[in-house]
């Protein structure tokens, strides 16, 4: 399908994809039964990252699965969302429950693509903005998500290769790592603008009609 690039380019500015914080982003079913966190994003984050260090893989989930709770109502630029899922894909893969592991690894791709844009990387420079504590060894964004994603492919099957992920990132939305929904649908306005905006034709095409499918259920 066919996207005017006026169209595109209004709707990355005034859409509703440009609107932070609407719609709400999902939570995973084994994160839905945890309430908000009791404090900040931040005090969250860090109990889980201390229980992984102690090896305590279920108490660290619980409290990962708080800091998602409440990066879900971060603004639509924050990439922290993302990167929460990317912690519980790799307590997952401790676990040994690789299918999660996959599904949230794929999950924070997509929702990198959604906070960051096209290229997939979290703008260090924000850090202080968004007031985000992440640790010094972090290495966020899409590269190093589908690097995990590959070594959760030495376990098993994959929805989408890495190779195909790496050729074309978008891709990743067609899979479901992340509800296909209506929600997602006006998610992707703005990311779809973006792809347009850099002369990748067929990468908003792409999402574009899988907008319009998702729109016609």
């Known amino acids: ?19 932070a914080g609407t719609p709400q982003r999902w939570a995973p079913v084994h994160c839905g039964s945890q309430p908000a966190v009791d404090g900040d994003w931040n005090s969250a984050y860090r109990k889980a990252l201390l229980a992984i260090e102690g090896g305590d893989y279920h108490a660290a989930e619980i409290a990962m699965c708080q800091a998602l709770q409440a990066a879900r ?3 639509a ?17 401790e676990l040994k429950d690789f299918e999660l592991a996959e ?14 844009g096209p290229q997939g990387e979290p703008l260090r420079e924000l850090d202080e903005t968004n007031h985000a504590v992440i640790r010094e060894d972090c290495r966020s964004g899409i590269g190093a998500y589908t690097t995990r994603l590959g070594w959760i492919h030495e376990r098993i099957r994959g929805r989408i290769t890495t190779t195909e992920l790496e050729e074309a990132p978008w891709r990743v939305f067609a899979v479901g790592f ?11 306005d703005w990311l779809v603008a973006q792809y347009l905006l850099q002369e990748n034709v067929a990468a ?14």
């Open 103 to 116: 599904r949230m690894e794929g999950a924070a791709i997509a929702e990198m693509l959604l906070a960051t």
């Open 1 to 19: 399908m066919r996207i005017s690039i006026l169209t595109l380019a209004l709707l990355s500015l005034f859409g509703p994809g440009a609107a």
């Open 73 to 75: 109502r971060f603004d």
């Open 178 to 188: 992340v509800p296909l929904d209506r929600a997602l649908a006006e998610r992707l």
């Open 204 to 217: 908003a095409d792409g999402l574009a009609t899988l907008q319009q499918e998702l729109r016609s259920r």
């Open 77 to 93: 630029r924050d990439w922290r969302f993302a990167e929460t899922l990317d912690e519980l894909g790799r307590i997952a893969f």
